[in-house]
């Protein structure tokens, strides 16, 4: 294959390839694309966000709070466990999304010492519209793929993570 027609991985491999004959760059085949797709689709992911006046973070915070349903609050550490981020990194979150609106805390009405924090009208229809331009988004991304290639990654990806991340508390 001309080095002209390699992608950025292949040549990538290639280099290594003739510097360390001796170590097997095999793996990159597979990581370093997922690498390099994940943060090309995380760009084009975020671009919505952005539309929307939202950083990636903030949009977990107020899907996690939709997803939870009426009345639409988790406890800020179940927020944390929902986004996968700190409890430290979930009260910056917080903190800008109170600030501007869209959500608000109180007491625990369950346990007076702890929080709640919830969605206001404005952030529910904000979450609303942005989800389902990112929904749009997504789908336009996946679009790229045949369907059935499409299922079969899926397949690949949900067994390799199964394998890989560790397993969480239901």
């Known amino acids: 294959m001309e080095a002209e027609r390699l992608d950025h991985v ?94 608000t805390r109180r007491r625990s009405t369950a346990d007076g010492r702890g929080r709640v924090v919830a969605l206001t009208s404005a952030g529910r229809d904000l979450i609303d519209r942005a989800f389902t331009e990112h929904m749009h988004n997504e789908r336009r991304l996946l679009d790229a793929l045949e369907a059935d290639e499409a299922r079969e990654l899926e397949r690949l990806l949900t067994a390799w993570l199964a394998r890989v991340e560790p397993p969480t508390a239901p």
Not at 17 to 42: F, K, M, N, W, Y
Not at 55 to 70: K, M, N, T, W
Not at 88 to 94: E, V
């Open 10 to 103: 292949a040549r990538i491999q290639a280099e290594w390839a003739q510097e360390r004959p001796d170590v097997d760059v095999r793996p990159q085949a597979v990581i370093g694309r997922l690498h390099r797709l994940a943060g090309l689709l995380t760009d084009q992911l975020c671009l919505v966000y952005r539309r929307h006046g939202l950083s990636e973070g903030e949009f977990d915070c107020l899907a996690a709070l939709r997803r939870a349903g009426e009345p639409f609050e988790r406890a800020p550490g179940e927020l944390a466990a929902h986004t996968m981020v700190t409890t430290g990194a979930m009260t910056k979150r917080i903190d800008r999304l109170e600030r501007a609106g869209l959500v």
